[in-house]
């Protein structure tokens, strides 16, 4: 049994610019987005009361909090913290996964004589004691669960799924956790009815690998608390995307430039919110997926995340298929990275899910 912890900073951005300017603490903020254009990489709990959120168009946040203080970001200032960070998380463990510059995984399994949730409580002390920010845990045997668990006690909190509760603790959980379950394969459940992973769990591996294909596979387990990703130490990263699959095929162009758009949103907030923004960007694609399961992708040279570009690049796909698309996806590659000298290698933290934050 493995001994995974998540630890997902608390509004990360947020609250490095409140922890500077602490007049701030009581007020609705976010960071990222302007008044004239721009989506928001994250908020603090005052301005989520009022609906704000990652990944939201900055104009919209100020039409629902119009009180909302807005803050460019600064990207030297939360690379240096996450790098505070990952330093008190190499004092209990090498078995580091960075997501994001705000959450890693931590495989603490080495450490036999103590238990995990101990070692998760002072990890989240001495982020407190030494950078004046606070960070959510979750504890558990595998990665699904623990970053789940690391929702559970937001903010400034720490959660733990034992083995024994494991089957407990699915059955009422929504569908919507699960790691690959969207917005569009929430509303493809909710139309059979399924809500919550007990009620998933009564799908055979058939039903699941006919109803959502190689990932019905996963779905199955996955819904059952089971998880058998390991921690991976970082890696370098070639690409960064993210796609949807509908619940009703698109069978209009235009449905596609809109999602395209939506889709390039999240990409740019995911892409501003990793280590990776400072990575040369050399092509950008997109992905469909057509009714008859038949796949292609279009790549073309560019240097940053362009949704003009990439609504060219899907008008150009869209004639090779059938008209009616299944999947839709966006994303960059990147240049290959250049390592510095061993006397100048920099720690950091990693990519995300802005789906997750």
């Known amino acids: 049994m493995r001994k995974i912890i998540h630890i997902d900073m608390d509004c990360f951005f947020a609250a490095v610019e409140i922890r500077d300017r602490p007049e ?18 994250t908020c603090n709990y005052h301005a989520r009361k009022f609906g704000c959120h990652s ?8 039409q629902r909090c119009p009180q909302l203080i807005l803050l460019p970001t600064n990207f030297e200032k939360y690379q ?3 790098k505070r960070i990952r330093s008190i998380f190499a004092d209990y463990t090498e078995r580091i996964e960075p997501l ?26 001495r982020i407190r004691a030494e950078t004046g920010l606070t960070a959510s845990a979750g504890i558990a045997g595998n990665k699904l669960l623990a970053k789940i668990a690391s929702d559970w006690r937001k903010p400034d909190g720490q959660f733990a799924v034992l083995p024994e509760q494991v089957d407990a603790f699915m059955k009422t959980l929504p569908v919507g956790k699960i790691w690959g379950v969207g917005k569009r394969t929430r509303e493809r459940l909710a139309s059979r009815g399924i809500e919550t992973c007990g009620q998933l769990q009564q ?5 699941m690998l006919q109803e959502f294909g190689s990932f019905g596979e996963s779905l199955f387990w996955l819904c059952r608390g089971v998880d058998t990703r390991e921690v991976v130490v970082e890696r370098e990263r070639k690409s960064m995307s ?3 699959t509908f619940a009703n095929d698109l069978q209009e162009i235009e449905q ?3 999602e395209l758009r939506r889709l390039s949103n999240e990409l740019a907030v995911e892409f501003e919110r990793s280590r990776h923004r400072s990575r040369r960007i050399t092509t950008g694609f997109v992905k469909l997926k057509f009714s008859d399961f038949q796949t292609t992708t279009r790549a073309g040279a560019c240097h940053q995340i362009d949704p003009a570009h990439f609504e060219t690049l899907l008008r150009q796909a869209w004639d090779r298929g ?18 510095p000298p061993d006397d100048q290698m920099v720690l950091e933290l990693m990519p995300g899910d802005a789906s997750m934050e």
């Not at 168009?57 to 100020?62: E, M, T």
């Open 24 to 41: 701030l603490a009581k007020k609705p903020v976010a960071v990222g987005g302007t008044r004239a254009r721009g989506v928001l990489t």
């Open 55 to 62: 990944g939201m168009p900055a104009f919209q946040a100020l």
């Open 80 to 82: 240096f913290e996450s």
């Open 100 to 125: 994001s510059l705000d959450e890693a995984y931590l495989d603490v399994s080495e450490i036999t004589d103590r238990y995990a949730w101990d070692v998760a409580k002072e990890i989240r002390q």
């Open 203 to 207: 799908l055979s591996e058939l039903e």
């Open 242 to 244: 993210t796609e949807t």
């Open 256 to 258: 596609a430039v809109s």
């Open 322 to 339: 059938n008209g009616k698309v299944r999947l839709l996806g966006v994303g960059v590659r990147f240049a290959p990275a250049v390592s």
